[in-house]
């Protein structure tokens, strides 16, 4: 894999912003690369968070078979942003073939064709 660029070679575009290390202290792969989503509402570009929550509820979606209790964490953590005059609403599945309703935040809905995420349109 190609190496990130530095912030001064890629200044508008991917770069190296972020150092991040376990929380726990343990020692990290020195070849894992992590992407980091800004997800709370106090940023100055509400679009950008906008954009990042929604690609955390996709990524929610699509690990609930493999981690059920991290996916239904995401979702009630980042899809609980509505207005007070609006309320989570049970919908059907939004990828075809899910047995299951969930709640979602309707403010992020996107058009979709079946089979498609909500979120990010896969």
């Not at 290390?21 to 992590?34: H, L, R, V």
């Not at 106090?42 to 078979?65: F, L, Q, T």
């Not at 991290?70 to 899910?98: A, F, N, Q, V, W």
């Amino acid at each position: 894999m190609k190496t990130i660029p530095t912030q001064s070679e890629n200044p508008k575009g991917l770069h190296q912003r972020y150092i991040v290390s376990k929380a726990n202290g343990d020692t990290m792969n020195p070849n894992a690369e992590y992407f980091i989503l800004r997800v709370d509402p106090y940023g100055s570009d509400p679009k950008h968070i906008a954009a990042c929550r929604k690609a955390v509820i996709c990524y929610a979606n699509e690990i609930k078979d493999h981690l059920p209790e991290l996916s239904k964490d995401l979702i009630e953590r980042y899809s609980d942003d509505l207005p007070p005059s609006e309320e989570k609403k049970e919908i059907k599945p939004t990828i075809e073939g899910e047995s299951k309703q969930r709640k979602f935040n309707p403010a992020m809905d996107l058009m979709i064709k079946p089979g498609q995420c909500k979120y990010c349109g896969k």
